[in-house]
């Protein structure tokens, strides 16, 4: 943070930067291929590769795409419940951040994905508009995996897995192994001091240059 603090990208940064207008973290950036993320279940929640089964993850270039084909990412203190299921998909939370395609900055609407049995809203966000960005946005998820539909009302999207991360903080919801370490939300009963934050990171710089030795 702007005092050099370390923060949980996932609980620390608040949803609102002002009325109706979202904070996004990037993981993903722009035309680049290794799949980032927020790492939900560590403490701090760090952005990492994700890896499956052993091997760390790579989005393909899907011609004539290169990667990911805008800042992809989330928006914070939201929270996909598992345990809901979602009255336009018919479909669980996939028990992550809601994920944002950033085309430029403004928000524009919000696709549907159904991602192994589970929902996983994209928010798809823009400046000015590109031409054939948008189809092509739409494209590359059809081709990636596969959408489906687009609700009504989006911006109630946002605001109902806000309401879930509120649940999952204040340990209302079991999260399941998630981990809700922060520094900032004094209603949580997970808030933690810099000084345990600075542990946490310690830690894992430790464990990363013992494991760069072997």
């Known amino acids: 943070n702007e005092k050099g603090q370390y923060i949980s990208p996932f609980h620390d940064i608040p949803i609102y930067a002002d009325k109706e207008v979202f904070h996004m973290v990037v993981e993903v950036p722009r035309w680049s291929n290794a799949k980032m993320e927020i790492a939900t279940k560590d403490p701090l929640n760090p952005i990492k590769q994700d890896v499956k089964k052993g091997k760390l993850r790579y989005v393909a270039n899907l011609f004539p795409y290169k990667g990911y084909i805008w800042n992809y990412g989330a928006i914070p203190q ?15 939370g996939d028990n992550d951040p809601i994920d944002v395609c950033e085309l430029e900055a403004r928000f524009l609407g919000i696709l549907a994905m159904i991602n192994e049995g589970e929902t996983d809203w994209k928010v798809i966000a823009i400046n000015r508009l590109k031409p054939g960005y948008l189809e092509a ?3 590359w998820f059809r081709r990636y995996k596969v959408p489906d539909g687009k609700p009504e009302n989006e911006i109630d999207i946002i605001e109902t897995t806000h309401d879930y991360w509120r649940a999952l903080v204040t340990k209302k919801t079991n999260g399941k192994g998630i981990s809700c370490m ?13 000084h345990a934050a600075k542990a946490v990171v310690d830690a894992y710089h430790q464990h990363w240059f013992h494991h760069q030795k072997n």
């Open 78 to 92: 939201t929270w996909e419940d598992p345990g809901h299921n979602d009255k336009h998909t018919g479909c669980c």
């Open 137 to 139: 946005t739409v494209d």
């Open 182 to 194: 922060n520094t900032t939300v004094s209603e949580g009963p997970s808030q933690g001091d810099p």
